[in-house]
């Protein structure tokens, strides 16, 4: 029996029993062809699945918070994460520094549960309130991922339905050897392709269950006639530090003309005197 062709047809020989309703047709295959149209479905009182929009959300938040307080505000939100607890608010990652003259700076990614997400970006900014500071911008970004994660459940459902088919013909041992270790081998390169489907399905879904919000925190100075003169303060040893280094790359640049051209005029100055040590006095 020729193995090679025997594989098409047993792939394609379901997919052509799938537009007839066999009477000894598998439960779902009967439950589909039974199953009304939405239209007959209306008539008869019957309610129509609706499909929600697959949508991931992203929210930024900018916050101007004292120099002395990011710490603080930035703890604040992470146990306000933690009271959530795992399954709905995760830290991802977290950064502060504090520069020379007073700046500071920091982030915090977190991964909040969608359904709450937008309340909890208001929570965030009543703590940065608290400590004095204020909301300085935010955004939001929106992806739908309801066509991608719908093509990917089908090419799923086919593939597996292909990894099915191939494994009952390594089961039936028909063909040669040659023959078998082929199918094998597509049955592991079947079994790759929805690993990686099914990786991807679960991180679209993940996106979707849970919303990516990023804070960041910068140094606010206040306001008004002293504030220019702290930030000069605040900036002086950089400007300082920022004019020596300026003066040591000029040195340093220059130095090797400076000898170079000491040298030629000390050998000038030299010729002119023995030049003139030989010219005779003038007579008397």
Excluded at 11 to 35: F, H, K, R, V
Excluded at 57 to 78: E, L, M, T
Excluded at 156 to 161: E, G, M, N, Y
Aim: net charge neutral; glycine share 10%; proline share 5%.
């Amino acid at each position: 029996m020729n193995f090679a062709r025997f594989i098409p047809l047993a792939i394609l020989a379901p997919l052509a029993a799938c537009g007839q309703a066999p009477e000894g047709g598998a439960p779902s295959e009967a439950m589909e062809a039974a199953a009304p149209a939405p239209a007959d479905a209306a008539k008869e009182g019957g309610a129509v699945k609706v499909v929600l929009p697959q949508i991931a959300y992203s929210y930024r938040y900018g916050f101007n918070v004292p120099a002395g307080k990011i710490a603080d505000v930035q703890q604040a939100h992470v146990a306000a994460c933690d009271r959530l607890g795992p399954a709905r608010c995760q830290v991802v990652e977290m950064q502060r520094s504090s520069a020379d003259g007073g700046g500071a700076s920091g982030s915090l990614k977190l991964q909040v549960e969608a359904r709450i997400a937008r309340n909890f970006g208001a929570e965030l900014s009543k703590a940065v309130n608290g400590a004095g500071g204020a909301l300085d911008e935010s955004s939001t970004t929106s992806e739908d991922l309801s066509k991608k994660i719908v093509d990917t459940e089908a090419r799923l459902r086919s593939k597996q339905a292909l990894s099915a088919r191939l494994m009952q013909l390594l089961q039936s041992r028909n063909g040669t050897v040659a023959e078998l270790v082929e199918a094998e081998r597509k049955v592991a390169e079947v079994q790759e392709e929805i690993d990686a489907a099914q990786s991807w399905l679960a991180e679209m879904r993940g996106r979707v269950s849970m919303s990516e919000i990023d804070v960041d925190y910068g140094a606010s100075g206040g306001s008004g006639f002293s504030r220019p003169i702290r930030e000069a303060g605040a900036n002086l040893a950089q400007v300082l530090g920022v004019s020596i280094a300026g003066l040591m790359v000029l040195v340093v640049g220059g130095l090797p003309w400076a000898l170079v051209i000491g040298l030629i005029v000390w050998i000038i100055r030299r010729r002119r005197r023995a030049a003139v040590a030989k010219t005779p006095p003038p007579a008397a």
